[in-house]
């Protein structure tokens, strides 16, 4: 048995997740005894009023603290997306013993991706604009839908949603501004995590090129699996194709560990 923990990315909380769950659940890959549990990093959600520490490395201290109050079951699978994934490779590197499997979502680091891959050029008007309205709860979250979602059918009701949870637990300016820092900074130490890892990714993806998963797939040799349509937001605009790709992944990596033991 090993529990999931799931990580979000710049500014987002847990409850951004929406019914993510229940597609894990749906598509086997939650069995009896085992536990999904979100976490919120610093400054978002929950942690809102938390002040976002300025590396990446002080956030995997906090996540994995909480994951130990927690009582997670160790080793833990973790699933992650963008600065999530960047938390969760950190985790991965540092205390590889405790960290069964990584599947991380459109996520980009050093050294293996440039800047203008890690944060596209096309996108940066709309960041600033994203910026600018900060504390304008609808119009930010319009824009922030329009930047990482490409499936419109619930863009009112998840724009009313998110606008909600921004005025209630948002993240603050300067901890947006922290957390896109401790991001741009974080450099992964270079070898791959012990554990097996699946890298997703958006070919849509107008925030961050997924050039950058497939950078990354190719120096740790990991799998990798690229949506055609989504954006920054693959959970979200298709959360059956995201565990399709994870139930597949994890089956074939069990038949080949299996056969590998039955070869023994």
Partial sequence: M?????LRGLTRETRHWGEFEVALAAHGLVAAGE?????????NGVEHERA???????????????????????????LAM???????????????????????????????????????PAAWPLLARIA????????????????TCNRRDARDADIAQWTQLR???GASAANALRQLLAAARFRARGDAPRCPVLLLASA??????????????????????????????????????TCSAIAGWLAEHDATSNARVTSL
């Fill in 167 to 169: 005025r209630t637990h």
């Fill in 2 to 6: 090993s529990d999931w923990i799931l």
């Fill in 82 to 120: 963008s600065l999530g994934a960047m938390v969760a490779t950190a985790w991965a590197e540092r205390h590889p013993h405790e960290i069964a499997r990584l599947v991380l979502i459109n996520t980009s680091m050093r050294p293996y991706a440039r800047m203008r891959e890690r944060l596209r």
């Fill in 52 to 78: 976002a520490p300025h590396s990446v490395i002080a956030m995997m201290d906090f996540v994995r603290a909480r994951a130990l109050s927690l009582d997670v079951r160790l080793p833990c699978r973790v």
């Fill in 132 to 147: 600018m309205n900060w504390t304008q709860p609808e119009r930010c979250e319009a824009l922030i839908h329009r930047l």
């Fill in 204 to 241: 849509a993806d107008r925030l961050v090129d997924p050039a950058c998963s497939a950078h990354v797939a190719t120096q740790w040799r990991a799998a990798h699996a690229v949506h055609p349509w989504a954006g920054h937001d693959l959970p979200h605009d298709d959360a059956g194709w």
């Fill in 35 to 43: 536990r999904v549990v979100f976490i919120d990093l610093p400054g």
